[in-house]
């Protein structure tokens, strides 16, 4: 008895000794075939078997998978089987070591121990594969002779199955974190891809490129959504894959792609796969190598607007990891095409809006010249405060106030802040067109309506539609004129000239005028009831004179933005210099203000605003002596003598005094100045 204890110890120790070494390999081992092929050779010398292998759960297909061991020259048993079908299938799910003494007369498990017995095995042990937190499979033992397992082996069988488990985990573990490395890479390639190139066609290939090293593809193609048919048209492909034509067999009517579109979710199909003949045309794919594909729609916030669609010519090519990362591809690259088109569609807006507005390229250029109204006084407050009063009507607006004191500027403010600041805003100076064109600058005109009109054009009123038209100096329209634009104000509607196709227009009609409109009204050179539907909302601009506290500050500004323009670097303006600007009468208002601090800046040649001062002494020399009219005119003679008399042009009196043509002479004629007190 004690021989047989000494025997049992000795054998007992050989088993921990295995056991232990089988452990420190698992530590230390490199790769698993190398491991199993050390494992069994240390395990051969305390055990006695002939066949050994392991079966693991596969979740995608819901099987055992067999993987041998050693002993595979012996034994040959299916590669895979379901798991009712398998003795390792039986373990796995209960967890539970399964033993067969003899397999003589084994009737359960034909697909396994049938074939066991067939190729001269006898017994067969299985015990679980498992791990703290995750069940694997199943390791089984085979031998030829008949219950060659003692319980001890058993026991010893129990531990290696924890061995085994532990490195088959960490093996599978380290190989998804390789995988998973490759995938984040092949995200990055793609993203940078994306990012670097808009030109979604001519970036695909190196897109497809990147996923070919993930996933098993052998040809790639992009589809997008067509607005008009509502099907899918092909905008990129990568093709590899010698010969295939894949585009009328993926992107047509029921096919992967189309529901791929339509039901927002991936489509997978396999040669293999009976399900895959609801898709129709695939057999022209199978004829030409595909095994399998899918196709991912491209989601973005505006719902499917088109498909990413990959096949293979490998079975199965698209298991849940790879559909996965392809989801993470198409979201990238939905966004890009989303990108892409906005960005195309804008590049189409703003073409369409250059050629709407090719001929009003004066206008545009002095809207982008346009500069933003300055000034902290209170009566330009009170003016500001009715403009953003006016301006979430459709009222008509009359703004009143002398020459150069912002009116335009006032009626763009009103347009920006009303409904219509999206649409066009028009200006036409009616004092600056000939009566004979304004009828055609306003309504437009037919193709032959006078000599000259070679072809049809679109009038002022029409490009306004549902914008803002400026009509500016409107006490200057003729009074032939009046009547059709009292019309256009009541129902608006009007022909073109030379027409008699009514057009209709939506349009808000904002006045300018430094002239006294009743006045014109009374004396009969203005019709009363015009006058009365343009004064619905009038808006008085005040003169410079009443806002010289803004002086100051409009200095500054014009300095500014003459010094930028001519790279100039003016820091100081003297204080005698500003308290002489102040001082001045200013009758051509902020555009004479501005005119003259540009002659100034000209003039500058240090760090100091140079002023011509000697064109202001007129009035603050003389100011006690004489009447505000007295010094205005002296100060438009003084600037008639300097110019030799001439009024117009851009050395004339005119663009001296900061004022137009006609503004001049219309006060000359008010305050009686005859060309005899300036002409010599």
């Not at 052998?218 to 295939?244: C, I, K, N, Q, W």
């Not at 006690?624 to 009024?647: D, F, N, P």
Request: charged content about 25%.
């Amino acid at each position: 008895m004690n021989a047989d204890s000494g025997a049992d110890s000795g054998a007992d120790i050989r088993r921990y000794d295995a056991l232990l070494e089988m452990t420190d390999l698992v530590v230390h081992h490199q790769g698993l075939p190398e491991l199993f092929q050390q494992l069994a050779e240390r395990l051969h010398q305390v055990v006695s078997f002939d066949f050994a292998n392991f079966a693991l759960y596969d979740a995608g297909s819901e099987r055992m998978r067999l993987n041998v061991w050693t002993g595979g020259d012996l034994v040959s048993l299916p590669a895979e089987l379901k798991v009712e079908e398998s003795p390792a299938g039986w373990v796995w799910q209960n967890q539970q070591a399964l033993s067969f003494s003899d397999l003589t007369g084994e009737e359960r498990y034909p697909a396994v121990l049938g074939r066991l017995r067939e190729q001269g095995l006898h017994s067969y042990f299985l015990t679980p594969l498992s791990t703290a937190e995750k069940r694997l499979g199943a390791l089984g033992l085979g031998s030829v002779k008949a219950g060659a397992f003692a319980q001890a082996d058993i026991n010893l069988m129990r531990w290696i199955g924890s061995l085994v488990a532990l490195t088959i985990e960490n093996s599978s573990t380290h190989e998804e974190l390789k995988q998973e490395r490759v995938r984040l890479q092949a995200l990055v390639e793609v993203h940078q891809a994306l990012i670097s190139n808009l030109d979604l066609p001519r970036t695909f290939p190196a897109i497809s490129q990147s996923l070919r090293q993930v996933v098993k593809l052998d040809f790639a193609s992009l589809a997008v959504r067509d607005d008009h048919t509502a099907g899918l048209e092909e905008y990129a492909r990568d093709l590899p894959m010698e010969g295939l034509q894949a585009a009328s067999s993926l992107l047509g009517e029921g096919s992967a792609g189309a529901r791929a579109l339509e039901e927002g979710r991936v489509q997978l199909f396999n040669r293999s796969d009976a399900a895959a003949a609801q898709y129709p045309g695939m057999s022209q794919l199978y004829e030409q190598g595909v095994q399998s594909g899918c196709c991912i729609p491209l989601i973005t916030s505006k719902g499917a607007m088109g498909t990413l669609n990959l096949a293979s010519k490998q079975v199965d090519a698209f298991g849940p990891q790879d559909v996965h990362l392809l989801e993470q591809v198409a979201a990238q690259v939905a966004i890009a095409l989303d990108n892409a088109r906005a960005y195309r569609e804008i590049a189409e807006l703003r073409d369409r809006l250059a050629e709407e507005k090719l001929y009003l390229e004066d206008e545009i250029r002095s809207e982008l010249n346009f500069e933003e109204i300055v000034g902290e006084s209170a009566s330009l407050k009170r003016t500001l405060a009715q403009a953003k009063t006016v301006a979430s009507s459709d009222a008509t607006v009359l703004i009143l106030g002398e020459t150069g004191t912002g009116k335009e500027l006032i009626a763009r403010a009103i347009h920006r802040m009303s409904r219509r600041s999206n649409a066009s805003f028009i200006k036409v100076n009616c004092a600056a067109i000939p009566t004979g064109l304004l009828e055609s600058e306003l309504f437009g005109h037919e193709r032959g309506a006078f000599t000259g009109a070679i072809s049809q054009k679109v009038g002022r009123l029409e490009l306004a539609h549902e914008g803002t038209l400026l009509l500016d100096e409107i006490g200057d329209i003729a009074m032939e004129l009046q009547p059709k634009l009292l019309r256009v104000l009541q129902d608006h509607e009007f022909e073109r000239l030379g027409g008699n196709r009514t057009v209709r227009v939506n349009v808000r009609l904002i006045v300018a005028t430094n002239r006294d409109l009743a006045k014109s009204v009374a004396e009969r050179e203005f019709r009363s009831d015009l006058y009365y539907r343009l004064n619905v909302f009038p808006i008085r601009m005040p003169p410079l004179r009443e806002r010289a506290k803004d002086i100051p500050l409009l200095v500054r500004y014009f300095v500014q933005k003459f010094s930028r323009r001519m790279n100039r670097n003016i820091e100081t303006i003297p204080a005698e210099t500003m308290n002489a600007l102040m001082g001045w009468d200013w009758p051509g208002n902020i555009r004479e203000l501005e005119n003259f601090i540009e002659r100034s800046v000209i003039l500058t040649e240090g760090s100091v605003l140079r002023v011509p001062l000697s064109e202001l002494r007129p009035v603050y020399e003389n100011s006690a002596e004489g009447t505000m009219r007295e010094m205005e005119r002296e100060h438009i003679l003084h600037a008639l003598r300097e110019s030799g008399g001439v009024i117009a042009g851009p050395r004339g009196a005119a663009s001296r005094l900061g004022m137009k043509r006609t503004t001049l002479q219309s006060r000359m004629q008010k305050l009686g100045i005859s060309r005899q007190e300036y002409g010599n």
